[in-house]
């Protein structure tokens, strides 16, 4: 088609894949079914909804949206078509990943005044800010293993991909270019 899209990400079983699509106009995640070439809106929200991703046993999708100027992060569970905010406040939330095992997510977050990487607990909502190097932390996705987050960085004038522990130690800067991404 000739609208913009986005974000695609493949559900756990790859017969799903969920993205950000500008079609009629709004900004708002999809679901689209491989086989059956069906498509569908991830609920239907008042505002920009965007960056969307699938937990591990893909039954649920975190996502921002946008409200009143900040952006949050929300968790859609797609049997229930419930929606449950998962951060609330001030800050511009964003790039939601989650752990391997479905009980934490990785994000961005400017709440600290800059945009930094922060560990959501899922069952007590607790946060904690993981990255502590210089720069701006971008993009953060949960390793496979769960012992490793990757994340893209803009320090000094230049572009970065790293890891890091999943508490934030033993940053490892792995290139360093033009837009790396």
């Known amino acids: 088609g000739a609208d913009l899209v986005l974000t695609p990400r493949f559900s756990p079983n790859s017969q799903e894949i969920t993205y950000m ?3 009629g106009g709004n900004p708002r995640v999809y679901l689209y079914n491989i086989e059956t070439g069906q498509k569908e809106v991830v609920g239907v929200f008042p505002n920009m ?3 969307p991703r699938f937990s591990p046993d893909g039954q649920r999708i975190a996502m921002s949206i946008q409200n009143q100027g900040t952006n949050g992060l929300l968790e859609y569970d797609l049997r229930s078509r419930q929606v449950r905010r998962l951060t609330q406040g001030a800050a511009i939330d964003t ?3 989650y752990a391997p095992d479905g009980r934490r997510i ?5 709440r600290d005044g800059t945009q930094q990487l922060f560990v959501l607990d899922l069952a007590s909502g607790a946060t904690q800010r ?5 720069g701006r932390y971008a993009t953060p996705v949960w390793s496979p293993r ?6 893209t960085k803009q320090a000094g004038g230049r572009f970065l991909i790293g890891v890091m522990s999943i508490n934030g130690t033993g940053e490892r800067i792995l290139t360093d270019g033009f837009h790396n991404e």
């Open 146 to 151: 769960g012992d490793y987050i990757a994340f």
């Open 21 to 23: 699509s500008f079609a």
């Open 130 to 134: 993981i990255s502590r190097g210089e």
């Open 95 to 97: 790039g939601p990943s």
């Open 49 to 51: 909804t965007f960056a």
């Open 106 to 110: 990785v994000f961005e977050s400017d």
